[in-house]
């Protein structure tokens, strides 16, 4: 069964770092490109930051230029670097497939930004 596991959200203050990591199993992560979903509460899910197979990245006009996406193949992981957090960014982050599938959306991990 296919899984992608978040870690390496907290709590930090506002202009603080965190970065999440997402495992996921090899059967997609070596094809698929991957990305970061975030969720609110009380909000819908939004997508976060992308990055292709072949390493091409794009992200949401709110997060562009403090956080950034990676991807190591041969561990296959993807990370989301986020620095200059800020308060609106208190959200469960969640990594799955671009686009996303139903059966990969894992339990996230929880990131408060404190002001």
């Known amino acids: 069964q296919v899984q992608l596991v978040e870690s390496g959200g907290g709590l930090v203050q506002a202009g603080g770092s965190l970065r999440l990591s997402c495992t996921a199993s090899?059967?997609?992560?070596?094809?698929?490109?991957m990305a970061w979903y975030r969720q609110a509460p009380g909000k819908q899910r939004e997508f976060v930051a992308g990055i292709s197979s072949g390493g091409y990245t794009n992200y949401a006009d709110s997060v562009k230029g403090r956080f950034t996406i990676s991807r190591d193949n041969a561990k296959n992981t993807v990370y989301l670097q986020m620095n200059g957090l800020k308060p609106e960014d208190t959200a469960t982050y969640y990594c799955n497939t671009r686009p996303s599938r139903v059966q990969y959306w894992g339990q996230g991990t929880q990131v408060t930004v404190s002001s």
């Open positions: 090899r059967t997609i992560f070596s094809i698929d490109a």
